[in-house]
C-alpha cells in the first residue's frame, strides 16, 4: 500500500487493521481482546512489555552514546585520527624500541578526547535541557480503564506513550488520534488526514450507534487502501469535529504512520533556520573545496615533499572546517530555550527561537490573546433588544448537553446560569441527540426531551448562519414569521451589538416529534429564532503595550479570526491597532493567488475567516518573503500553525493546536511573545557572529598560507600546530552563546544572508593576512628565521601572532561599535578570550609547545606582537566603519 507515493511496510499492526475493518464492531473487540469496560492495569502493563510505549521512531530521544559517536565523527578529530597513525609509524614503529617518542601520540590523542568529549558534554546537555522543557506540555488521550475488583471503570487523561493494543479511547472535537484505532460508535465525526494523504478537506465517517453486527458499510473484503475504510482512524491525523468511542488496534512502530515516520521525516520542509545554516555553511564548503587544492599543489611544488603537502593541506582543511558549529548552534539554542522558559515560554522545536526572531509578521487570533480570555455572559435579548429570560435557558441546554466542542462561550453561559439559578436547569432534560460544532457551518444544535416527551432541537451559532435557517420568530411568546422587515430589524440589533465590541450569538429552536433518536444537518432548517445572547471578552490591558513593542521592533501583526467585522474591529481600535480596511471571508475565495498576497501584506484585519483561508494567507505571505509566525489555540488554528515558520499556541489549547505549534506560552500574552522575539534575536546574533569571524578568519588565513607557501622555504607551520592553533581558538568561541548583544541588532528581524557571509569574508578577510605577512617579514628579517633550521622559531612567532589576531578578532567583529569603549563583551567572553590568549602566548615556553615543534620566543619579540595586533585592531576597526557604511549592516 502507497500512502502520499510512499511505500508502507507492512507491520503486525497493519494486517490486524484490515481484519478490524472487515469485521463487525464487537469483532474487533474480541481481536484486540478487550471489551467497552476497557484494560485493567495489569493488562496494560502486560501489552506495554510486549508492544512497547506508543511513540514513533523519530520522536525518541537518541541514547547518550549515540551523541558521542557524533561528536567524535568530525574532520578535526578525523585528521586528529590520521596524523596519530601516522605518528605512530614513523616515531614508534620505524624509530624502533630504543628511540620510539610518543611525545606526539599522546599530545594528538589528548586533543582528540578532549575536543570530542567538550563537544558530547555541551551538545547532550543542550538536548537533555531541551527535551525536558517539551516534557512540560503534554499531550494525552482519554481512555476507559476497568479495575480487577470489578468496580465501575473510569474515564482516564493518559499520556499518548502510555496506550496499548485493546485500549477503549474517547475522541472529541480537537483530540489527536492517538493511534490506529477501530470505530465503536461515533456521532458527526470528521476527521483531517492530511498529514497521511495530503488531502486538505477532513474526511466524513459514518454515524455509528448500535455495536451488535456492525460492519460500517465496509463491503465482505477489506479495502483496497486502509485510508479508505470508514471505521478506521489513524495516528497522525485529526478530529475536527464530532465524537467518537475506538478500540486501539496498533501502537507507535505498529501504525501506519509509524512505519512511514522516517520518510515523513525526510520529506519535511526544511524551517527557515535549517534552510539558512545550510546556504551558509555552502559558501564555506565551496571556498574550502577550491582554496585546499592549490595549498596542496604550491606547497608540494616549492617544497618537493609531497606527503607533507597532503597533510598540510589536510590540516587547512580542518583549520577552514567550522566543526564547532554543531555545538555553537545547539548550546545556543539550548541557552534560549532555557532562558524563554525562564519567561513561560516552552520551545517544542529548537531551530524554531531563531525563526522567531527572524519573524516579521505575527498572525493571531483575537480571542485570549488581544483579549482578556475571560468570556461572560453580557446580555440575553429578543430581537426588540429586551432582556429574554428564555434565551438564556435555551442557550444553557444547548451548551449543557453538547460533548463535541469545548469553548469558552459554553462555559460563560453554564457559569451564568448556575450563578442566577442554584438548581440544576438541566434537570427535567434527557438528551436525544447533538450535532456537534462545525467550523464551515458555525453552529452546533442538542435535541432533548422533557417529561411530556417532546423533542426539542435548539440550534446555537453565527449570527448569519442561524437567521439562515429560520422561517419564524419568537417575541413576548408570540410566534410569527419573519418577513423582509423583520429580517432587515434582526441583522441591525446584531450589528448594533457587535459595534459595540459585543459578540453575539444567534439561539433558535423547533418543537418535534419523539418519532426517532438519530438527527442530522439536514435537520437543521424551518426553526424559530428567539433571541440572541451577548458576550463580552474585554481587551488586555497589557495587549497596547505589547503590540506597540512589537511593532517598534519591527514585526508586523495582522489579526485573523472568525469573529465579525464589527467586534473585532471595535477591539483592535482599543489596543491601538488600527483595522484599517476589514477584509472578510467571503472576500477572498474568488482571488487568485497573486491578488490575495497581495491584499494580505496591506492588509491588518482578516474577519470571518475559515481554517484553510488563514492557512492559506499564511501561506501566501511566505511567498512573499516574510517570515510568518502564527499565534492560535483551536481547532480551526491548527492548519496555518503548521503553515506558518514558527507556530505559538498556549498551554490550554486543544491538542491537535498544541501537537502543531513549534513555541507554547504558558501565559496567553503577547508581552512574553515580544521578550521571546528579543531572545531569538540574541541567539541568531550569536550564531552569526560565528559564522563571520570563522568566514574572515579562514579566508585571511588561506591567503597567508598561500603567501608564505610560495616563498618560504619550509612549512609556514606544522599540521600538528595548525591543529593545535585551530583547536585553542575554537575553545575561546565557547562562550559565544553567553555573549550581549547590541541594542541596535535586536531592533529589527533578523534573517540568513548568505550573500553577506561572502561578502564579509571578502572585504574583511585579507586584513589578517596583511599583519600575518607583516609578521613573517619581522621573523625572517628581524629575527633571522630565514632557513630550515631556524623554522621552529619561524614557526613560534606566527603560531603565536596567528593565534591572538584570531582570538582578539572575536571582539572586533561582534560589535558594529567600538570594542571595550562603546560595546563591551559578556563577562564569560572577556574570561575565557583573554585566558586563551594567555594560554597561547605561554604554548612554545611549555613542554606542549617543545612536543609539537615550537620553541621559546626571544623578550624583543613580543614588543612587535602587541605592535602588529595594535595596528591590526585600528585597521580592522576602519574597515568596519568602511564596511557599514557600503551595506548599511555589519553582523
Known amino acids: 500500500m502507497a500512502i502520499m507515493g510512499k511505500q508502507i511496510q507492512t507491520t503486525p499492526g497493519t494486517g490486524k487493521l484490515y481484519e478490524a475493518a472487515h469485521g463487525s464492531a464487537t469483532d474487533a473487540l474480541k481481536l484486540m481482546d478487550s ?6 492495569e495489569a493488562e496494560v502493563e502486560q501489552r506495554r512489555e510486549v508492544y512497547g510505549t506508543n511513540e514513533v521512531a523519530h520522536e525518541r530521544v537518541p541514547s547518550w552514546w549515540v551523541y558521542l559517536g557524533r561528536a567524535f565523527a568530525n574532520p578535526f578529530i578525523g585528521v586528529l585520527l590520521a596524523l596519530g597513525i601516522i605518528s605512530w609509524f614513523t616515531d614508534v614503529v620505524f624509530a624502533g624500541p630504543e628511540g620510539a617518542d610518543w611525545a606526539q601520540i599522546i599530545i594528538l590523542l589528548a586533543m582528540i578526547l578532549a575536543s570530542g568529549i567538550l563537544q558530547f ?64 460508535n461515533c456521532k458527526d465525526l470528521f476527521v483531517s488526514q492530511s498529514a497521511l494523504t495530503g488531502e486538505s478537506l477532513p474526511v466524513g465517517k459514518p454515524d455509528v450507534t448500535a455495536l451488535n453486527g456492525y460492519r460500517d458499510g465496509i463491503p465482505s473484503e477489506a479495502p483496497d487502501n486502509l485510508l479508505d475504510a470508514g471505521n478506521l482512524c489513524f495516528l497522525g491525523t485529526d478530529v475536527m469535529s464530532g465524537t467518537a468511542t475506538a478500540v486501539v488496534v496498533a501502537t507507535g512502530a505498529d501504525t501506519i504512520f509509524g512505519s512511514l515516520a522516517s520518510r515523513v521525516t525526510e520529506g519535511q520542509d526544511l524551517s527557515s533556520f535549517d534552510r539558512g545554516i545550510r546556504s551558509v555553511s555552502w559558501v564555506l564548503i565551496k571556498f574550502m573545496a577550491v582554496m585546499v587544492p592549490i595549498v596542496f599543489v604550491i606547497n608540494g611544488i616549492t617544497k618537493g615533499h609531497w606527503g607533507d603537502a597532503f597533510l598540510f593541506s589536510l590540516a587547512v582543511a580542518v583549520g577552514l572546517t567550522p566543526e564547532m558549529l554543531p555545538m555553537v548552534v545547539s548550546v545556543n539554542l539550548a541557552k534560549g530555550a532555557l532562558q524563554m522558559a525562564k519567561e513561560k515560554v516552552i520551545v517544542k522545536r529548537l531551530s524554531s527561537i531563531q525563526d522567531l526572531g527572524a519573524m516579521d509578521i505575527l498572525c493571531t487570533d483575537k480571542t485570549g490573546t488581544l483579549t482578556e480570555d475571560r468570556v461572560t455572559v453580557r446580555e440575553h435579548l429578543d430581537i426588540n433588544g429586551e432582556d429574554d429570560q428564555r434565551v438564556l435557558e435555551l442557550a444553557y441546554l444547548n451548551s449543557s448537553f453538547q460533548t463535541g466542542l469545548n469553548n469558552l462561550m459554553d462555559e460563560a453561559i453554564i457559569r451564568h446560569m448556575e450563578a442566577e439559578h442554584e438548581s440544576d436547569g438541566t434537570a427535567k432534560y434527557w438528551k436525544v441527540d447533538e450535532i456537534p460544532f462545525g467550523f464551515i457551518r458555525r453552529r452546533m444544535s442538542v435535541v432533548v426531551t422533557n417529561e411530556v416527551e417532546e423533542h426539542l432541537f435548539i440550534c446555537k451559532g453565527a449570527v448569519e448562519e442561524v437567521v439562515a435557517l429560520c422561517t419564524h420568530v419568537e417575541v413576548d411568546g408570540h410566534v410569527r414569521p419573519i418577513d423582509a422587515d423583520i429580517r432587515v430589524k434582526i441583522l441591525d440589533q446584531a450589528r448594533k451589538n457587535n459595534n459595540d465590541g459585543i459578540r453575539i450569538l444567534a439561539v433558535a429552536y423547533k418543537g418535534l416529534p419523539p418519532e426517532r433518536m438519530q438527527y442530522g444537518i439536514e435537520d437543521e432548517k424551518e426553526l424559530t429564532l428567539v433571541g440572541f445572547i451577548g458576550f463580552l471578552d474585554p481587551p488586555k490591558a497589557s495587549a497596547a503595550p505589547a503590540l506597540a513593542a512589537l511593532i517598534e521592533h519591527g514585526v508586523d501583526v495582522k489579526v485573523l479570526t472568525g469573529d465579525t467585522e464589527a467586534v473585532v474591529a471595535k477591539v483592535c481600535r482599543e489596543v491601538g491597532l488600527d483595522p484599517g480596511n476589514v477584509v472578510e471571508g467571503h472576500m477572498i475565495d474568488d482571488l487568485s493567488e497573486e491578488e490575495l498576497a497581495e491584499l494580505a501584506e496591506v492588509t491588518t484585519v482578516f474577519a470571518k475567516v475559515a481554517p484553510l483561508q488563514k492557512a492559506r494567507i499564511v501561506r501566501l505571505l511566505k511567498e512573499k518573503g516574510h517570515t510568518v509566525g502564527f499565534l492560535g489555540d483551536g481547532i480551526n488554528d491548527a492548519a496555518a500553525l503548521r503553515e506558518a515558520d514558527v507556530g505559538i499556541s498556549v498551554d490550554t489549547a486543544v491538542d491537535i493546536a498544541k501537537e ?12 512574553v511573545l515580544e521578550q521571546g522575539v528579543m531572545e531569538g534575536r540574541k541567539v541568531f546574533g550569536n550564531i552569526i557572529k560565528y559564522f563571520k569571524m570563522t568566514a574572515s578568519s579562514n579566508f585571511g588565513n588561506v591567503f597567508s598560507v598561500l603567501v608564505a607557501s610560495a616563498f618560504i622555504p619550509f612549512l609556514p607551520m606544522l599540521p600538528i600546530q595548525l591543529l593545535t592553533q585551530n583547536l585553542l581558538y575554537d575553545f575561546s568561541q565557547l562562550s559565544l552563546p553567553w555573549d550581549n548583544m547590541d541594542p541596535e541588532f535586536l531592533a529589527g528581524p533578523r534573517k540568513w544572508d548568505s550573500e553577506s557571509i561572502a561578502k564579509f569574508m571578502v572585504y574583511i578577510g585579507p586584513i589578517s593576512s596583511i599583519f600575518d605577512i607583516v609578521t613573517f617579514l619581522v621573523m625572517w628579517y628581524v629575527f633571522g628565521a630565514n632557513s630550515a633550521q631556524h623554522q621552529s622559531l619561524f614557526q613560534s612567532g606566527w603560531f603565536v601572532l596567528g593565534l591572538l589576531s584570531q582570538t582578539l578578532i572575536v571582539h572586533l567583529i561582534r560589535t558594529e561599535k567600538v570594542p571595550f569603549v562603546q560595546s563591551r563583551a559578556s563577562t564569560p567572553v572577556l574570561l575565557l578570550t583573554g585566558a586563551i590568549m594567555a594560554l597561547g602566548a605561554l604554548v612554545p615556553f611549555t613542554g606542549f609547545g617543545a612536543g609539537i615543534g615550537l620553541e621559546s620566543l626571544p623578550a624583543s619579540y613580543f614588543p612587535w606582537l602587541i605592535g602588529i595586533l595594535f595596528a591590526y585592531s585600528l585597521t580592522t576597526q576602519w574597515a568596519k566603519n568602511l564596511y557599514i557604511r557600503r551595506f548599511g549592516t555589519w553582523l
Open 121 to 184: 558534554w555541551q551538545e547532550y546537555r543542550s538536548q537533555r535541557a531541551a527535551e525536558e522543557l517539551k516534557a512540560m506540555v503534554q499531550v494525552t488521550a482519554t481512555v476507559t480503564r476497568s479495575t480487577a475488583s470489578g468496580a465501575e471503570p473510569q474515564k482516564y487523561e493518559v499520556p499518548l506513550a502510555d496506550l496499548v493494543p485493546g485500549d477503549i479511547i474517547h475522541l472529541s472535537a480537537g483530540d489527536m488520534i492517538p493511534a490506529d484505532v477501530r470505530l465503536l
Open 35 to 40: 471489551t467497552l469496560e476497557g484494560l485493567t
Open 660 to 671: 502543531s505549534a513549534d513555541i507554547i506560552l504558558l501565559e496567553k500574552s503577547l508581552l
